[in-house]
């Protein structure tokens, strides 16, 4: 009895250090009743009115502000002749719509037109399209921009159109910058060549600077081989090259340590997005990089690579590839392939099936241990290219809790790709939740790998998946899983399955 005396003194004690330490205020008479009543209103959960930036230069256009407001967006009224890019960059992070004056769009034109570089109006409505802000006013000059970078135009016809997309863009940033956000393929290393980097925002699709404008918070990033020939010669050429680009990686984020680093599992990526950095994971696309060796699959693992892809365009050791001009697209995995399957299981490396054969596709699903993921498909019912996957496959997937993340790669969305767009991807990514569920969906747009076209053309294009998707009736908690919940619970699985 006096123990349980003591115990509940000591929680008397901390109940009133705690209460003690808690904000404690007096307004002012004058201002209490405001005051209180705004505390009241600030609701979790109540959506805030959309942020509307209006560029001046000298006098503030009253009517136009005017006209903001009553559509029910906030006017914030932004200098044009700032020249330092990063006030604008940061500055555009709050902007929820932004409307073209004609006095902007004359300054804008002016200064294209002229050889002298950095003018202050370019530079805004440069950082204005980086974030896919919803723009509102007419200007060819932006139209030639958005055709170079492959936005779509909004086409807005009233300020009160661009103040209701403004709300959803409003509501698709606060969301993903709450929950935990990945794409779960790109091919980065293939444009090392060219000088690309994590670091640098040039016309790579994958980099830092991308994946914040677009508010992503995690990718893939794969070390891609060519399948050549299976002679020994070759076979170690592969793997040589293969164990080079992991290398790569590894060093090229280890450069920008400051604001990215590596993960090899949920926890490790959390951990970074706490610490306000980005996050990559590795993986290998092509089993052709282990060639023949099983014992690789544990070194790579053990090295940070979190899933193979078992094949690519042509067969391998391991399996058969679906790539139509394949003799052999009808068989599946070899006798090694299902070592190697086994292995994987057992060393806790996710399992990849993009580009495998459809008996390939079968056949692992029937022997292995842990779930699996297809990390850049599409559905063949839409278009029935090789690369996709047919209902069947979907609900297999769903069956074994696997996952299937949809890719933009637009020769793969339609028959005509020229007017393939991001409605294609919005299209593939609501069929696959309607045949195999909302929890076995999520994304992997194969950016720098072949990935990207009108509306989803780099990382920092991954706000319009929200929105659209958002626009087509999705929940907070369905965009959740899609946008990685369900991706590293498969890899979770995989890897708990190793640590038994």
Aim: charged content about 20%; overall charge negative.
């Amino acid at each position: 009895m006096r123990n349980f005396i003591k115990a509940i003194c000591a929680f008397s004690m901390l109940m009133s250090a705690a209460m003690a330490s808690a904000q404690s205020c007096k307004y002012p008479s004058s201002v209490a009743g405001t005051f209180s009543d705004a505390d009241a209103a600030a609701a979790l959960g109540q959506p805030s009115t959309p942020v509307i930036a209006i560029p001046v230069s000298g006098s503030i256009d009253s009517a136009l502000v005017g006209e903001v407001v009553k559509a029910g967006g906030v006017p914030v009224c932004v200098p044009s002749d700032l020249k330092d890019f990063n006030m604008y960059r940061d500055l555009a992070a709050s902007f929820d719509g932004f409307v073209l004056t004609p006095e902007f769009v004359k300054a804008m034109d002016a200064q294209a037109a002229s050889p002298q570089k950095g003018g202050a109006a370019l530079l805004l409505i440069k950082a204005v399209s980086d974030r896919n802000v919803p723009v509102f006013g007419s200007s060819d000059l932006l139209k030639s921009i958005n055709a170079g970078v492959k936005h779509i135009d909004d086409n807005f016809n009233t300020i009160d159109e661009l103040v209701v997309k403004a709300c959803t863009y409003k509501r698709a940033k606060a969301l993903m910058q709450r929950i935990f956000t990945l794409d779960s393929h790109n091919d980065l290393a293939c444009e090392y060549r060219d000088g690309a980097s994590i670091g640098k925002r040039f016309t790579n699709q994958v980099s830092v600077q991308k994946m914040t404008e677009g508010y992503l918070d995690a990718t893939f990033a794969v070390a891609w081989l060519h399948q050549d020939g299976t002679d020994a010669e070759s076979t170690a050429k592969a793997t040589a090259k293969c164990s080079g680009i992991v290398n790569a990686l590894q060093a090229d984020v280890a450069k920008y340590s400051d604001y990215v680093g590596l993960a090899r599992n949920e926890a490790e990526a959390r951990a970074l997005k706490v610490q306000g950095k980005k996050v990559v994971f590795i993986g290998i696309e092509n089993g052709y990089g282990i060639g023949n060796d099983i014992s690789l699959i544990k070194d790579y693992r053990d090295r940070g690579v979190t899933y193979m892809t078992l094949c690519h365009t042509g067969d391998n050791a391991i399996c058969h590839t679906s790539a139509a001009k394949s003799p052999n697209r009808h068989l599946g995995l070899t006798a090694f392939g299902k070592e190697v399957v086994a292995e994987m299981n057992a060393c806790g490396m996710l399992i990849d099936l993009s580009h495998a054969s459809e008996q390939t596709f079968w056949d692992v699903c029937a022997i292995t241990k842990a779930p699996v993921a297809c990390t850049h498909s599409g559905a063949k019912s839409l278009y029935g290219h090789d690369r996709n996957l047919t209902d069947e496959q979907l609900r297999e997937i769903k069956r074994i809790g696997g996952v299937c993340q949809v890719y933009f790669v637009d020769s793969f969305m339609r028959k005509d790709r020229a007017n393939a767009s991001i409605n294609e991807m919005i299209q593939h990514i609501l069929h696959c939740i309607d045949v195999a569920g909302i929890d076995c969906v999520g994304i992997g747009c194969d950016f720098d790998g072949g990935g990207g076209g009108k509306g989803i053309n780099g990382m920092n294009d991954a706000i319009n998946v929200t929105v659209r998707l958002m626009e087509a009736g999705l929940t907070d908690s369905d965009l959740e899983k899609v946008w990685g919940g369900n991706f590293l619970r498969v890899l979770g699985e995989a890897q708990k399955l190793a640590s038994k």
